[in-house]
């Protein structure tokens, strides 16, 4: 896959809206913007967290850069590799699993002939596994960038892939714009 070089800082307008999203903690307490900074980050470094963006984010939050890391290395929402434009994330947790989520990702792996963990050569898609996305209700649930798809089955698993080649979907928009 083919990845264009990640970003090293941020530009004016995305700088003021960090500076806006900082000025909603008590001074001292900025390390409380750091997810909706994370986030903010990851959408505009193409999807993922490099090294030097979460050293960035630090040098802005006035926090240490292994603080960024602890934060970015737990939450299965933040990617530290390179990702496809559509990230499709399959919960494996038990609700899921017992509803036949095993069954849809190993639909999704065939289709698009990669693994769990893994993107498609030509950088459209990649697959991962997360736990819990809380929608058990509705098992198996998926979740592509903000949406979820729910009661998922192989059919609707198509549907959805068709609909996302046809429109070249993009899962990793900065939600803050």
């Known amino acids: ?3 264009k070089p990640g970003i090293t800082e941020f530009n004016s307008e995305i700088l003021d809206l960090v500076n806006k999203i900082k000025k909603r903690y008590p001074e001292g307490r900025q390390k409380s913007a750091l997810l909706p900074v994370l986030h903010i980050a990851q959408a505009e470094n193409g999807g993922w967290l490099s090294s030097e963006i979460m050293d960035y984010v630090a040098s802005l939050l006035e926090i240490q850069p292994i603080e960024v890391y602890e ?3 737990f939450y299965s929402m933040f990617n530290l590799q390179p990702v496809g434009n559509c990230v ?3 919960c494996q947790t038990g609700p899921c699993w017992l509803n036949g989520s095993e069954e849809i ?3 999704f ?3 698009l002939g990669i693994k769990a963990g893994e993107t498609t050569p030509d950088g459209r898609f990649t697959l991962k596994t997360v736990e819990c996305l809380a929608a058990c209700g509705n098992a198996p649930v998926i ?3 903000t949406e979820y798809h ?3 089955n192989t059919a609707k698993a198509d549907e959805l ?3 996302w080649t046809a429109e070249n979907k993009i899962s990793h928009t900065n939600p803050y714009l």
């Open 161 to 163: 892939l068709e609909k």
């Open 105 to 107: 990702l190993a639909h």
């Open 71 to 73: 934060v970015a290395t």
């Open 109 to 111: 792996e065939k289709r």
């Open 150 to 152: 729910e009661n998922l």
């Open 88 to 90: 499709i994330e399959v």
């Open 1 to 3: 896959m083919q990845q």
């Open 143 to 145: 979740q592509v960038g």
